[in-house]
């Protein structure tokens, strides 16, 4: 999962850019980068935040007027610094010139990797969309059609999840064009103002740069940019979407929409749901900060029970997408101060987006009866996860889930609440969160395999029978 953002028009765009990263920072924290160009090739990208990245003026503002950029969520490659740093995006080519940044995941490195005499610079799996784009745009005069053709020729090379969007020179006029992959796993919206055009991964993006949204973009789709405006959109392969539900649980702001979806709004429907699927009797709802805050405005709404602020929140760091378990360990052990005033004598209903490994839910457990708290009821806006996911969120192994077992087997609520020291735990079900979205959903990591688009479900059972620790399983020979 990472944030992209491509922007083209009559004027420079570096700056916009570099707003839109900020934007959409929550996306991927472990690198980010832009990539400008005005017939020479201007980019700035490490690992770390992005106002560490551009952290003088001379990196934020770089002539052009196209760019692209990047904060990345790894998923694919090592998680030491010297790969952070490597595995930054944008990623280019010269011969021909084409930069490229993608959210999502290549679950086929290999085979695309035969079909091209290219080598990989990093271990990113952009590296499969570049190198096949160019080796189909390679000693071509770049026209629609052109890239059109080779976006089909990508599209049926590559399986996976993409939003990808690519920069690519065309002599006098640069174009920016966008692909997406049949089942649109990840977000892509486009967006305008004066004669400039932006895609990116959510909607919150325009309200910070002031741009207007136009519209979501299709699977199996590909929009072309050019910088005098021209707008160029073919649906290439046409299949039925399936947008990842991690989208609508954890990762997109609440201020996004997808789909003409508010996430705001689905998360408050998911904790109402949740309140009638796993009522409880209790003195105070209480939202985790800042992931459970709709869900148990929703469940307070309709079970009655009123909501209380009972953690504080003291920085603004996301546990679940740290690269290593140590940094999951210290964003949450730092990160929250639990009101005794608040808590102690209640009986709580603690109210969070999901469980994964269980490192945050047992620390909070432990805080929450720390600060008095005479029982603690845990609700989950999601479904007990219980498979890695393939398409694009890093959970690397079976192993990770609290919600399975050493043999696989898929434990109780009763066994999982003893295991984390809560008086009892409720997860919405699969049913409850389809009804709260209100579209059909990739739920792969909830429902494996039939959760995932029916032509993927034989790879990723291989995938499944791989699984091990340290290396992804899609990553191995």
Not at 155 to 169: C, E, H, Q, R, T
Not at 436 to 448: E, K, Q, R, V, W
Request: with cysteine; aromatic share 8%; charged share 25%.
């Amino acid at each position: 999962m990472c944030g992209i953002v491509g922007i083209i028009g009559g004027k420079p765009v570096s700056r916009l850019v570099y707003h839109s990263l900020l934007a959409i920072q929550h996306r991927g924290q472990s690198s980010a980068g832009k990539l400008t160009y005005d017939g020479n090739i201007h980019v700035t990208k490490d690992a770390g935040l992005v106002r560490d990245v551009f952290n003088e003026v001379k990196k934020i503002e770089t002539p052009g007027n196209a760019g692209v950029g990047h904060t990345r969520y790894s998923t694919a490659g090592m998680d030491d610094m010297n790969s952070l740093k490597r595995n930054a995006q944008p990623e280019y080519l010269v011969n021909p010139f084409i930069a490229a940044v993608h959210n999502g995941n290549i679950f086929n490195p290999y085979d695309v990797a035969r079909k091209t005499n290219r080598k990989p610079r990093t271990d990113c799996d952009i590296q499969w969309l570049l190198l096949s784009m160019a080796d189909n745009l390679y000693k071509k005069e770049l026209d629609v059609d052109i890239i059109f053709e080779a976006c089909k020729n990508v599209m049926n090379d590559v399986k996976g999840s993409y939003s990808a969007l690519f920069l690519a020179d065309s002599g006098e006029n640069p174009f920016l064009f966008a692909m997406t992959d049949p089942h649109k796993i990840r977000p892509l919206v486009l967006g305008k103002f004066n004669g400039m055009y932006c895609l990116t991964s959510e909607t919150r993006v325009f309200k910070k740069i002031n741009f207007e949204y136009v519209k979501d973009i299709p699977g199996g789709s590909v929009v072309i940019i050019d910088e005098n405006g021209n707008i160029y959109e073919k649906q290439l392969i046409k299949k039925r979407e399936k947008p990842c539900m991690f989208e609508f649980v954890y990762f997109a702001k609440p201020d996004t929409r997808i789909n003409n979806r508010s996430i705001h709004n689905v998360r408050v429907e998911i904790g109402r749901l949740l309140a009638k699927e796993h009522p409880v009797k209790a003195d105070i709802v209480v939202p985790v900060p800042e992931s459970g805050r709709r869900y148990a405005t929703g469940f307070s709404r309709e079970s009655g029970i009123p909501l209380e602020e009972g953690l504080m929140k003291d920085k603004d760091e996301r546990s679940f997408i740290q690269q290593t378990q140590e940094s999951r360990d210290k964003v949450v052990e730092g990160g929250l101060s639990y009101i005794r005033s608040v808590l102690g004598g209640k009986r709580v209903v603690l109210v969070d987006d999901s469980i994964v490994r269980g490192t945050n839910i047992r620390k909070l457990v432990r805080g929450v009866r720390g600060a008095g708290a005479k029982e603690i009821h845990i609700r989950i806006g999601c479904p007990p996860l219980i498979a890695p996911c393939y398409l694009g969120i890093d959970m690397r192994s079976r192993k990770e889930f609290i919600a399975r077992g050493p043999d696989g087997e898929i434990k109780t609520c009763e066994k999982i609440a003893e295991e984390i020291g809560a008086d009892s735990l409720g997860y919405i079900s699969i049913e409850g969160l389809k009804r709260a979205i209100g579209f059909d959903i990739c739920l792969g990591c909830i429902d494996f395999p039939g959760g995932y688009p029916s032509e993927m479900q034989k790879d990723v059972l291989t995938f499944f029978k791989k699984d091990g620790e340290g290396m992804r399983a899609y990553e191995h020979v």
